[in-house]
C-alpha cells in the first residue's frame, strides 16, 4: 500500500498543490485554476495573478 504525497504552497491568496508526483496545479479554496509540468511555472502562474480574497457575505438587517 503507497502513502500518497502531498507538496502544497500558498503564494497571493493560491493555493500551489502536487498530489503523488502530478502535475502542479493553481487553486483557490473553490475552484482549479490552471495546471502545470513544473512548479516554477505554477509559481510564476500564482505571482501575477491579482492577490485573491475570499469573499464575505454580505449581512442582512432583516428588513
Avoid at 24 to 35: E, H, I, K
Amino acid at each position: 500500500m503507497s502513502v500518497p504525497m502531498l507538496d502544497k504552497m500558498h503564494l497571493n491568496g493560491y493555493e500551489i498543490v502536487q498530489v503523488n508526483n502530478g502535475p502542479w496545479r493553481v487553486c483557490t479554496r473553490n475552484d482549479r485554476l490552471a495546471s502545470f509540468g513544473s512548479r516554477e511555472e505554477a509559481l510564476a502562474y500564482a505571482a501575477v495573478l491579482p492577490s485573491y480574497r475570499p469573499r464575505t457575505r454580505a449581512v442582512s438587517n432583516g428588513d
